[in-house]
């Protein structure tokens, strides 16, 4: 920690102290990715997501006045991610989505050429947004993951 201030932060402190000075990273069982990051998760695994924060403006050598990072750390920030699940990314354009990978937990007689999606499926986001993603067959695209995938846009409602 660099101008280090006497104030002992507590993890929930500083968790609700992040502005939006910040760097989210993640870790998995494939290593660190962002948010340009494809992964499917088929267990249970804890997700570490990391935060590059600062304070305030200031230098160390300035006792935190003028231009700089004071007090900066890096949090870590425990995520827990069910079975059969995957993050919702977003594009350079700012669409958002959802990547399925093709694995060895899908059912051996399946087509893997199309995933349907027989009804849309609708969600929210904190009550204020919604998305959904519109009932259909999505064609197979094999830069996904090792195998294949299925890239199934959420289109804001």
Not at 11 to 39: A, P, R, W, Y
Not at 105 to 123: L, N, R
Not at 129 to 139: A, K, P
Request: charged residues 25%; hydrophobic residues 25%.
């Amino acid at each position: 920690m660099s101008c280090s201030k006497d104030e002992d932060f507590s993890e929930t402190q500083q968790l609700n102290n992040l502005s939006e000075n910040n760097l989210n990273l993640s870790v998995d069982n494939n290593g660190l990715t962002d948010s340009t990051g494809s992964s499917n998760y088929t267990s249970r695994e804890i997700i570490i997501g990391y935060h590059f924060t600062w304070d305030e403006w200031g230098r160390k050598k300035y006792d935190c006045r003028r231009g700089g990072l004071c007090n900066f750390r890096l949090e870590a920030i425990t995520i827990e991610v069910g079975f059969r699940s995957a993050p919702i990314q977003g594009d350079e354009n700012g669409n958002l989505y959802v990547e399925i990978l093709i694995d060895n937990t899908m059912p051996k007689e399946y087509d893997y050429e199309y995933f349907p999606i027989d009804e849309d499926i609708s969600f929210s986001f904190d009550d204020e947004e919604t998305y959904t993603i519109n009932s259909g067959l999505y064609e197979k695209i094999d830069s996904i993951g090792k195998s294949g995938g299925y890239r199934l846009p959420l289109i804001k409602s």
